[in-house]
């Protein structure tokens, strides 16, 4: 028995279809895993520090980028 299928791009298939919604929600499911994760971490005593640390150098990389470019964005208008 031969089985032909329409090979069509994702962004073309219907919204509601079963295997993007199960995707959607497989996606939501890790991001809440990870999230109780990192909710957990705190009270282990390697974990913990680990996790602040990278918090702080986050928000340390966010607030450089923004500074380079709004410097970056700055000299290409003045010019």
């Known amino acids: 028995m031969s089985v032909c299928v329409a090979r069509?791009?994702?962004f073309e298939?219907?919204?509601n279809d079963p295997e993007i919604v199960s995707d959607v929600l497989?996606?939501?499911a890790n991001?809440?895993?990870i999230a109780r994760t990192t909710y957990l971490m705190p009270a282990f005593e390697v974990l913990g520090p680990l996790?602040?640390?990278l918090g702080?150098?986050?928000g340390d990389i966010?607030?450089?980028l923004v500074?380079?470019?709004l410097v970056r964005f700055h000299s290409f208008v003045s010019v």
Request: proline share 4%; no cysteine; net charge positive.
């Open 56 to 58: 702080r150098m986050i």
């Open 51 to 53: 996790q602040i640390s």
């Open 13 to 15: 298939w219907q919204p």
């Open 31 to 33: 991001v809440l895993s």
């Open 67 to 69: 500074l380079f470019t």
């Open 62 to 64: 966010t607030r450089f």
């Open 26 to 28: 497989f996606a939501i």
């Open 8 to 10: 069509v791009a994702r």
